[in-house]
C-alpha cells in the first residue's frame, strides 16, 4: 500500500507532530510504502527524513498555488501511490486537486482541529480558504478523520462533508522522556529546586489563551509568591503576553523559553502543567505531559474532556477562568501525593488509549478499508463507509 502524505508544514506545531508520530509507525510496517511531499523545509522535513520517510519539498515561498499543484501532479504522476493523506486548508486543496487530475484512487484528510477566531483580512483570507476547502472535500476527498469525538460531531452537522471518523492522536512513549534530571533543568532555568513551577507548552497564539494563563499566575502568586511559571512555545503573540506579565507585575516569576528542542526535559520538571486554550483538537503537548507522569489542569474545551477524566486523571475547569486555573493549580500545589496519584493515572492513560502503536494501526485499517471501498469508483463518487463508520469504537475518558 502507497501512501503519501501532503502537508504545508510552515510550523512545528501539533499536527506536524502528529504527522511525525504517525510516520514512525507506517514506515516499520513492511507492506506500507510511504513519501510525503511538503510545501515548506523545517522541522518536519528534517524529522521524517530521520525516520527514513522519502520526502520533497514543494517551496510555496517560491511557487504559486497553479506551480505548486503542477509540481504535485508530476510528483503523483512519476511515483504513483495509493491514497494522498493531507492535512491543512491550503494542502488539501491544491493536494486533492493533483491527486484527482493523476488518478490516485484515494484522497484523505486529517482535520486536527477547528479553525481559529480571526478578524479583518485574516478573516476574509480564512473565509476564502475554507469556502475552496468545502468544495475540494465535498467532491474530491473520501474520507476526513477528525482527531477527536467533538471535531467529528461538529464536521458532520455541517453537512459539507464526506464520511467522517474520529481517530484520536497518539504519542511514541519511548521518545516522551527527559534526558537530565529536574535539578539540572532548574538550575539551567535559574529557578529553586523547591521552588513550585507551573508551565505551560504550546504556539503563542490567541486560542490557545495563555493570557488567562498569565492571570491565573498572578493569583497564584499572592498564595504561593516563590511560584514560577513557564511558558514554552514562539508565535505571534508572544511580545503581547510578555508585556502582559510586566503589566500585572509577574515578569520577574515569568520565563518566557521560546521554542526548544528540549520540551520533554522542561516538562518533566513541571510541579503542574496547564493547558489554557480556548478550543482545542486532541492536544500533542497535552498528551505528552501526561505521557510524562504531570499532574494536569486544563480547560474543558473540545476534545480535552475525551482525554482528561476530572479528578481522576486531572483537573478540568472551564475555559476564559482565570480564577478556576489557579485554585486548581493550588489545589495540587498543597496535595503533592494526589498531584503525583493524578500524574501516574495520567501515563496510564496515554498508555492505554494514545499510544503510537493503537493510532496506527487503527489508521492503517482505515487506509485499506478507504482503499478497498474505492476500487471501480468514478473520479467524483466517493467511497461508502457510512456504515462503517457508523460502527466504529469512539475512545471516552475513563
Given at each position: 500500500?502507497?501512501?503519501c502524505h501532503i502537508m504545508s508544514a510552515d510550523l512545528w506545531a501539533g499536527a506536524e507532530i502528529q504527522v511525525a508520530t504517525v510516520a514512525s509507525y507506517l514506515v516499520e510496517r513492511p507492506d506500507v510504502e510511504l513519501t510525503a511531499v511538503l510545501l515548506n523545509d523545517g522541522p518536519l522535513v528534517r524529522e521524517l527524513r530521520r525516520?527514513?520517510?522519502?520526502?520533497?519539498?514543494?517551496?510555496?515561498?517560491?511557487?504559486?498555488?497553479?506551480?505548486?499543484?503542477?509540481?504535485?501532479?508530476?510528483?503523483?504522476?512519476?511515483?504513483?501511490?495509493?491514497?494522498?493523506?493531507?492535512?491543512?486548508?491550503?494542502?488539501?486543496v491544491l493536494g486533492a486537486i493533483a491527486a484527482r487530475v493523476t488518478g490516485v484512487p484515494c484522497v484523505i484528510r486529517t482535520v486536527h482541529g477547528l479553525s481559529e477566531a480571526l478578524t479583518g483580512w485574516d478573516w476574509v483570507k480564512l473565509q476564502a480558504y475554507d469556502a475552496l476547502d468545502t468544495v475540494v472535500r465535498r467532491y474530491?476527498?473520501?474520507?476526513?478523520?477528525?482527531?477527536?469525538?467533538?471535531?467529528?460531531?461538529?464536521?458532520?452537522?455541517?453537512?459539507?462533508?464526506?464520511?467522517?471518523?474520529?481517530?484520536?492522536?497518539?504519542?511514541?512513549?519511548?521518545r516522551v522522556q527527559p534526558s537530565?534530571?529536574?535539578?539540572?533543568?532548574?538550575?539551567?532555568?535559574?529557578?529553586?529546586?523547591?521552588?513550585?513551577?507551573?508551565?505551560?507548552?504550546?504556539?503563542?497564539?490567541?486560542?490557545?489563551?495563555?493570557?488567562?494563563?498569565?492571570?491565573?499566575?498572578?493569583?497564584?502568586?499572592?498564595?504561593?509568591?516563590?511560584?514560577?511559571?513557564?511558558?514554552?512555545?514562539?508565535?505571534?503573540?508572544?511580545?503581547?503576553?510578555?508585556?502582559?506579565?510586566?503589566?500585572?507585575?509577574?515578569?520577574r516569576a515569568c520565563i518566557f523559553a521560546g521554542a526548544r528542542s528540549d520540551v520533554y526535559d522542561l516538562v518533566g520538571t513541571l510541579d503542574v502543567f496547564v493547558l489554557s486554550s480556548l478550543d482545542e483538537?486532541?492536544?500533542?503537548?497535552?498528551?505528552?505531559?501526561?505521557?510524562?507522569?504531570?499532574?494536569?489542569?486544563?480547560?474543558?474545551?473540545?476534545?480535552?474532556?475525551?482525554?482528561?477524566?476530572?479528578?481522576?486523571?486531572?483537573?478540568?475547569?472551564?475555559?476564559?477562568?482565570?480564577?478556576a486555573l489557579a485554585d486548581a493549580c493550588l489545589e495540587l500545589l498543597a496535595n503533592r501525593p494526589w498531584a503525583q496519584t493524578l500524574g501516574a493515572r495520567a501515563r496510564h492513560r496515554v498508555q492505554e488509549d494514545f499510544s503510537?502503536?493503537?493510532?496506527?494501526?487503527?489508521?492503517?485499517?482505515?487506509?485499506?478499508?478507504?482503499?478497498?471501498?474505492?476500487?471501480?469508483?468514478?473520479?467524483?463518487r466517493r467511497p461508502n463507509l457510512r456504515g462503517w463508520a457508523a460502527r466504529a469504537t469512539r475512545v471516552r475518558a475513563r
Open positions: 500500500m502507497r501512501v525516520l527514513g520517510v522519502a520526502v520533497t519539498v514543494i517551496d510555496e515561498t517560491r511557487y504559486n498555488a497553479v506551480e505548486i499543484v503542477l509540481g504535485l501532479a508530476r510528483y503523483l504522476r512519476d511515483h504513483p501511490v495509493d491514497i494522498v493523506h493531507t492535512h491543512r486548508y491550503k494542502d488539501t474530491f476527498v473520501d474520507l476526513i478523520i477528525a482527531v477527536s469525538n467533538r471535531v467529528a460531531d461538529r464536521l458532520e452537522a455541517s453537512g459539507h462533508y464526506p464520511t467522517v471518523v474520529p481517530l484520536h492522536n497518539g504519542v511514541v512513549l519511548r537530565r534530571t529536574s535539578d539540572e533543568v532548574r538550575s539551567a532555568l535559574g529557578v529553586r529546586h523547591n521552588a513550585p513551577l507551573v508551565g505551560t507548552v504550546g504556539r503563542l497564539s490567541p486560542v490557545k489563551g495563555q493570557g488567562y494563563f498569565l492571570q491565573a499566575a498572578r493569583r497564584l502568586l499572592e498564595q504561593q509568591p516563590e511560584a514560577r511559571f513557564l511558558l514554552v512555545g514562539d508565535g505571534p503573540l508572544k511580545a503581547d503576553l510578555m508585556d502582559t506579565a510586566a503589566r500585572l507585575g509577574i515578569d483538537g486532541i492536544p500533542m503537548a497535552l498528551l505528552e505531559a501526561m505521557a510524562l507522569a504531570r499532574p494536569v489542569v486544563a480547560t474543558a474545551v473540545g476534545g480535552v474532556p475525551e482525554v482528561i477524566a476530572h479528578r481522576r486523571t486531572g483537573l478540568l475547569v472551564p475555559p476564559e477562568d482565570d480564577k503510537h502503536e493503537k493510532h496506527g494501526q487503527a489508521l492503517e485499517r482505515l487506509y485499506r478499508r478507504t482503499v478497498t471501498n474505492s476500487r471501480g469508483r468514478g473520479f467524483w
